[in-house]
């Protein structure tokens, strides 16, 4: 039999507030305390996997309900066409269109908001209920301390994961703040009811208050997303240009949309009636599939590439284009953490892809009043006797002001002071100039060596700057006097007839001494010259330190049917010095339109179920079922090993809630109401097994509470926000909703409880009778409130210097690495600080009152 001193009777110690734990207290009080204590710790983590799975498929119902969207007509162009036509007899042309129903502030601050809090507001309604109206510990401390994890934690971490080059600011600055400003004034609201207006006892009036904030802060949010008190303002004054911004926006909108928009209806509607809106741009946007395809690669140089790699470049176009919610981020982030279905293309595109599809390297905005600066090209290469290698630096937009920009080399395969000289520095534009040169020292030494490279990196533009898309360029120190290998970049090139001209590279490999020539002509294959393409022959040159060449060859469309046709490219007779490497011939396909329309039909079909894979929430038991039971969403091919883990470990939670209504019967709301009853079940289990383990252990349920329960609940939010920083050009996604969910976990997750508590012992309980108030007991709570409310302010400042600091480069995620290193350990520093003081606090070790 066990040592009666290492059990604990759950009676006597914990039975009057569980709801479901102990299932098997008899036999349960003879185990080990401590092996319990291990069983009861790995329970309480296969908890927290199967409430974070529930509140993924709560979470894909929520995304169903409110990107439900409805259809408008807006007046374009008149029916004949003629824009801009005012004959009293032309007929005006509507053009249909969807909005979204809801808004994505008050969808922000209710739906989501309460299905990312929804374990910590049912657990404190659940602990309060199960504990016969009393307050609890497990409750409140698990609101505070998941607050303090996703505001310090959850942004610290969303800061430091953006590239070195890149920044994110927060676009609807104005809800920002408002939500920011309830972040904090709500646990101050706390602290006051708890400690100074009735200290130690909540009254009626201030749980009915405290759950009223929530839909004020709704209604202030909704406010500032509409700028509303602006608008009041200028109503008077310049109501109609403002009314002509929104607008614009709104059409930009829909013109860079790859389906049909989704924007506000109000922004479509205002200008309505006398004046017809010409929405010609929205008529000219097709909607389907091929023609998305089809615009994508017409963007490019009319080349196709493979059709996997150009439908996975597709996708991620049409991902670019779209807006997500924080919902969609949640559910896709959820997948890959339980090995389900992965979503391979929801990063935004590298920078080739994206080179690709638009044909050249555009700065990311068509800002005029803003400076843009970035390096001239992407590469450069130097002869190590040159001694110096000058970059060039331009700035475009706006040119009638003075900018700033710094600048800094970082080793790659060469290293600074052997090399090369390391070189740091501003560099400062005058009005009107837009190019500069960066000078930096090469080393010659007398030892042969390949060809070695360094970076040198643009960052920290001055206000009213910003940088452009080549910010890092590469510099290589090419070995003396090597002529260098000439060769083909690609051995085969695939063109279709209609594209006028096949564009071909040599590359020079190994060396760039000296001025070189090689020679080429065209040969047929099937294809043949004269008919189907024009021959040549001629010589490319190549000039003392280049390293590129193009030849052209151009194509002859006719209207006749023709299989595909191929030709060959030969190169010869280098000069010199140089040689020819092993890519000395290239084949060239030419396609025939109609083939080519098959491949884009094949595009399209691929980059379809790419986007099949994106759809949040299934359609039927049947999809659920086969999703659940497949390793990595049935793609085995390319699951890897942790996906088999993952799938066993989360196997039995998905087979159980696949049983779950899909996201998209009754429009979502069946799914949402019997997930959240599921999530409160799921809850109250871990309430209980937290409050066990911390019995066994000798652990407060105030400690544990902010520790393993907020770290558990708050998990998959810290996964969403990583993925959304590093895909969404904004950080209104990753951390702008962080605020609103912090202030809600307290207006509902203490203002419900307390509401019902305090009614049910007002009319439960005689005035008198001491059971008729609800007191809370619990001394720490206040610390830890006070805690956070210093740490939120200590965070907010911090972002809105970032936003501002031209250090930090003027945004709330990323930036200098420096910077954005220092302030990431800032917030989790603070983080740490918060668990250790309340939990000293807790056991009294140390006391400030």
Known sequence: MADPASNISYVDHYKGGAMILPLFEASESQWNRYGRAVAYLIGLCYMFLGVNIIADVFMASIEVITSKTKKIKIATANANGDNGDDSPNSAPHFDTIEV????????????????????????????????????????????????????????????????????????????????????????????????????????????????????????????????????????????????????????ERRRTTSRVSKCSERELLKKSGDNAIELDVFSKQKTGSEEDVRHIIEMGKKQLKDPKEAADIATAEMLRRTHHSRAWYRVIAGRANKGGSKVPFYNKPKDEDQ???????????????????????????????????????????????????????????????????????????????????????????????????????????????????????????????????????????????????????????????????VRFKTKDITAIAGKDYEETYGYAAFEHGEVTKSVYIPLVDDSSYEENETFEVTLLDATGGASIGKTRRTIVTILNDDDYQTLITRVANLTSVNLDKLVIGKESWKQQFTEALSVNGGNVDEAEALDFVLHFLTFGWKVLFACVPPAHIAGGWLCFCVSLGVIAIVTAIIGDMASILGLLLGIKDSVTAITLVALGTSLPDTFASKVAATNEDTADAAIGNITGSNSVNVFLGLGIPWVIATLYKHYSYASNDKRSKFIVEDKSLPFTIALYSIAAISTLLLLTWRRYSTQAGKAELGGNPFVKKVSAGFCVSFWLIYIVCASLYAYQIIDFS
């Open 100 to 251: 979204k129903i809801w808004n994505d502030t008050v969808s922000n601050l209710t739906l989501m908001a309460l299905g990312s809090s929804a374990p910590e507001i049912l657990l404190s309604i659940i602990e309060i209920v199960g504990n016969n109206f009393e307050p609890g510990e497990l409750g409140p401390g698990t609101i505070v301390g998941s607050a303090s994890f996703n505001l310090l934690v959850i942004t610290a971490i969303c800061i430091y994961v953006i590239p070195d080059d890149e920044s994110r600011r927060i676009k609807e600055i104005n809800v920002f703040a408002c939500t920011s400003f309830f972040a904090v004034f709500a646990y101050i609201w706390l602290y006051l009811v708890i400690e100074v207006i009735t200290p130690g006892v909540i009254e009626i009036w201030e749980g009915i208050v405290t759950f009223l904030f929530f839909p004020l802060i709704v209604l202030l949010a909704f406010a500032a997303d509409k700028n509303f008190w602006r608008k009041q303002m200028e109503m008077e004054g310049d109501w109609n240009q403002m009314q002509d911004v929104d607008l614009s926006e709104a059409i």
């Open 355 to 517: 080179a690709a599809l638009e044909g050249k390297e555009p700065s990311r905005n068509g800002d005029m009043t803003v400076a843009r600066v970035e390096f001239s090209a992407a590469a450069y290469s130097c002869m190590e006797n040159e001694g110096t290698i000058k970059l060039g630096v331009v700035r475009t937009g706006n040119l009638a002001c003075k900018t700033s920009v710094n600048f800094e080399t970082s080793d790659g395969t060469a290293n600074a002071g052997e090399d090369y000289v390391a070189k740091a520095g501003v560099i400062e534009f005058e009005e009107g100039e837009c190019i500069k040169c960066i000078e930096i020292e090469i080393i010659d030494d007398d030892v042969w060596e390949e060809t070695e490279t360094f970076f040198v990196r643009l960052f920290n533009p001055s206000r009213g700057t910003e940088m452009d898309k080549i910010c890092v360029t590469q510099v290589s120190i090419i070995n003396d006097d090597e002529p260098g290998i000439l060769q083909f970049q690609k051995p085969s090139y695939l063109y279709k007839e209609s594209a006028g001209m096949a564009e071909l590279v040599i590359e020079r490999n190994d060396g760039c001494d000296g001025r070189v020539t």
